[in-house]
C-alpha cells in the first residue's frame, strides 16, 4: 500500500548533528524511483514548511532557512531518504514528516527533532 516510517529524531544541542531516516515499503522500483520525495516539517504555532525535496533525477531543493545546513539524499536501492541536519538551532525544532509523490502522495507519521539552545 505504500508506508514510511521515519526514524533519527531527538533532543540535540543547538550546533548539534542529526540524521533522519525515512524508510519506505509497498512502492515498487518503477513507482518510487521516478518520485520526488521531501522533508517537512511543522512547529507549534506555525504552517507546515518543506524544507528540501529531491527528484528522481536527484535534483534538490531548499528552504533558504536550511541551506548550506542540511543536506537530502535518497537510496532507491533501499529505498530510503535521509535529511542529514547540520549547525542544529533552535528555530528547527519541529516535527519532521517525510514525504513521497509516489502513488498520489504518502506521509510518514513524523519524528520529533528538538534543539535545545
Known amino acids: 500500500q505504500g508506508q514510511l516510517v521515519e526514524s533519527g529524531g531527538g533532543l540535540v544541542q543547538a550546533g548539534g548533528s542529526l540524521r533522519l531516516s525515512c524508510k519506505t515499503s509497498?512502492?515498487?522500483?518503477?513507482?518510487?524511483?521516478?518520485?520526488?520525495c521531501a522533508w517537512y516539517r511543522h512547529a507549534p504555532g506555525k504552517q507546515r514548511e518543506l524544507v528540501a525535496s529531491i527528484t528522481g533525477r536527484t535534483t534538490t531543493n531548499y528552504v533558504d532557512s536550511v541551506k548550506g545546513r542540511f543536506t537530502i539524499s535518497r537510496d532507491n536501492a533501499r529505498k530510503t531518504v535521509y535529511l542529514q541536519m547540520n549547525d542544529l538551532q533552535a528555530d528547527d525544532t519541529a516535527v519532521y514528516y517525510c514525504?513521497?509523490?509516489?502513488?498520489?502522495?504518502?506521509w510518514g507519521q513524523g519524528t520529533q527533532v528538538t534543539v535545545s539552545s
Open positions: 514525504y513521497t509523490g509516489a502513488r498520489d502522495g504518502r
Open positions: 509497498g512502492f515498487i522500483t518503477s513507482v518510487f524511483n521516478p518520485a520526488t
